[in-house]
Each structure stands twice: as structure tokens, then as C-alpha cells.
């Protein structure tokens, strides 16, 4: 296990914030979850990587929230998006718990804020479409769950570009 901190030719400081990633796909368990080791300090089990970069480095580091705040010298920003990351791993978690109502045309639906939400069985394939308001998405999925999930995509992404 490499201790980038205690080796010289590395630099500790003036690194920048490229991204933060969370390695857990959606609907994925602990169990399958392909967690990362810190560059720079060696710890294992990191689920959100932080991405930074330095003009003195050819190659990106994948790092931890704790390693990023200190190599950026950013004590704010990279708890911030690691936390928006854990707080929507949290809204999906919660999302697959939702109840689902049935119309009298047998569609699934949901109303979240003044929102509706149908996901509804297209007649000429036999698979699932997923409607928000009036904006019906293009693309089918196989199962109800996977349609449940694009639709929590779409509100995030609805949320994210100030549509909701």
C-alpha cells in the first residue's frame, strides 16, 4: 500500500478538483460494489472517489474526500459534491420503497410534488415507457423496475437543470 504523503516527488498541495464519482452503480449492492484505494494515502474501501489533477503530474489521482480536501487545500467543496453524491445514493435508496398506484388503465403512477409520473406499457412492443407531466421519454425499458429507475432519473435530472 503506497503512502503518496510520505514520498517525496509528489506534490501535497495545488492539486484541483476534476469530479466526484460515486463507483456504486445504481441498484448495485455493498457486496458488488467495486471500491477504490486512495493514491495518495493507500485507504481502501473508497466508494466516493474524488478526481483531481496537477500540472506537475502526467496522470490523474482517484482519491478520497479527506486526501482531496487536503490536496486541493478546498476544506469545503469536496465534502460538498461527495455529499450530494451520498445524499441521492439516499433519495434512490428511498425510491425503490415508494408505493406506486395503479390507474384504471393499469399504468403505475405516482405524484410527487405537484408532479405526475405514469409509466405505462407501449402498445406495439410490449415495454415500458415512462411519462413526467406532459414529456414522454423515448426509450423503453425491459421491466417495470428499470422504468421506475429512469424515472428517478429523470426528476434528478429535471431538479439539476431547474425544471422541477
Known sequence: MTNHWKQTGIPHKGWNL?????VRNDGESEDETQYETCMMCGNEKIRYVHIVEHSEVEDEFRVGCVCA???TNDYYNP??????LRNRASRLK???????????????YLKIENHL?????????????VMIDNTT??????NLEK?????FKGIE?????GKW
Open 18 to 22: 476534476i469530479d466526484v464519482i460515486d
Open 69 to 71: 480536501e487536503n490536496m
Open 79 to 84: 465534502g460538498k459534491r461527495e455529499r450530494e
Open 94 to 108: 428511498n425510491w425503490h420503497n415508494r408505493k406506486w398506484k395503479l390507474s384504471y388503465k393499469g399504468n403505475s
Open 117 to 129: 409520473l405514469v409509466i405505462f406499457k407501449d402498445k406495439f412492443t410490449q415495454k415500458f415507457k
Open 137 to 142: 421519454g423515448s426509450k423503453l425499458f425491459e
Open 147 to 151: 422504468a421506475k429507475l429512469a424515472a
Open 157 to 161: 435530472h429535471f431538479k439539476k437543470n
